[in-house]
């Protein structure tokens, strides 16, 4: 039977061309954003309920949060 | 229908982009219009394993063309009278419910799709720890506002750096940040660290020694080609994910 692996199985190896170091003073980790930089560069990982669309899903989170723009990754039906 | 929907917030929202052409995994309960044998049942699904030419179905947000999409994996699971419960790995933009159908045309019986639940959306699973219900959301976000303690956000949003977690990637240096924010294409000498399997045309993901996505771009050399180029463009920049002037501007100007 034919199968090929999924995207998600694909194994990176890490790779140095150079090094250097970064400043502190610039930017944050992603995991250390203060609070509303990191809601303003999150991702939810929601567990979809059956009935609204992906679009209303979105719109409801959009209320909860008192957010101004809120998208969703690949529609899920109804 | 339920489960993984990523949910991008303000900023993240341009990481879309890449979740929707990632792989997604599915539980799907299909119904059969008749009585067939689970030997024949299995034997058709596997079939169906790999490319299939599929077209979008009449409610669809897509135009109504025939498409090649993959199916890396389908599997039964079990079956009780005419329900089939399988699970299916493929490529973003299949439809599963056209999927059941042509199942059940090459049956000859005819079948459609009865419940479906996305157990993944490219890095994003079921089970991860890290899935949360509306109602979770509700609630953690009332608490934050409540205790202010930072520690309460992350239990249901992630940086969107997560998004990417399936893209290859490219470390470059602070000096390299604030041109690529500009839009500037991302050159040899700006080059830290790179993930293998780039290629020609990939989408790579460019990041921060911190690890920060700074933007999506397109690679025009393979990774071998990149960790040997001393000067020239490696990538083009897509989409800018981080806010100018984060990093400072380390370029002259009079130069693009």
């Known amino acids: ?53 992906s679009h209303e899903v979105a719109a409801w989170v959009k209320r909860i949060l008192k957010l101004e723009r809120v998208g969703h990754g690949g529609t899920l039906e109804t | 229908m339920t489960g993984v929907l990523p949910v991008t917030l303000e900023e993240s929202r341009k990481v879309v982009q890449a979740l929707l052409y990632s792989g997604k995994e599915y539980v799907c309960l299909m119904k059969l219009h008749d009585e067939i044998t689970e030997d024949r049942v299995n034997a058709v699904l596997g079939e169906f394993e790999d490319e299939i030419y599929q077209r979008p179905p009449l409610r669809a ?12 994996r389908l599997d039964f699971l079990e079956m009780d009278g005419r329900n089939v419960l399988f699970k299916v790995g493929c490529e973003g933009g299949t439809y599963i419910r056209k999927l059941c159908y042509d199942i059940g045309e090459v049956l000859g019986c005819g079948a459609h799709m009865q419940e479906l639940r996305r157990t993944r959306a490219g890095p994003f699973v079921e089970g991860s720890g890290n899935i949360v219900t509306l109602h979770d959301v509700a609630y953690f976000f009332m608490e934050w506002q409540r205790q202010k303690e930072d ?5 249901f949003i992630q940086p969107m750096e997560n998004a990417l977690a399936l893209v290859a990637k490219i470390y ?48 025009v050399a393979s990774t071998e080609e990149i960790v040997n180029m001393e000067h020239g463009v490696v990538a083009e920049t897509k989409r800018v994910l981080m806010r100018r002037g984060t990093y400072p501007k380390c370029w002259k100007s009079g130069e693009i």
Not at chain 1, 8 to 33: C, F, M, Q, S
Not at chain 2, 151 to 155: F, G, H, N, T
Not at chain 2, 173 to 187: E, F, I, M, Q
């Open chain 1, 1 to 53: 039977m034919p199968r090929s692996i999924g995207p998600w199985e694909i194994e990176r190896k890490l790779l140095v061309k150079a090094e250097d170091k970064t400043n502190p003073r610039y930017g944050h980790k992603p995991d250390e954003r203060p609070a509303e930089e990191y809601i303003r560069y999150g991702v939810i990982n929601l567990d979809k309920p059956a009935g609204p669309t």
């Open chain 2, 172 to 219: 470059i240096r602070d000096s390299a940040v604030d041109a690529v924010c500009h839009g500037a294409n991302l050159t040899a000498p700006g080059v830290l660290s790179l993930e293998t399997g780039i290629s020609h045309d990939s989408i790579v993901a460019v990041l921060t020694l911190k690890g920060e996505a700074v933007a999506l771009a397109r690679a």
């Open chain 2, 151 to 155: 520690e309460i956000l992350r239990k």
């Open chain 2, 61 to 72: 947000s897509v135009k109504r063309q025939l498409r090649i999409r993959r199916i890396y």
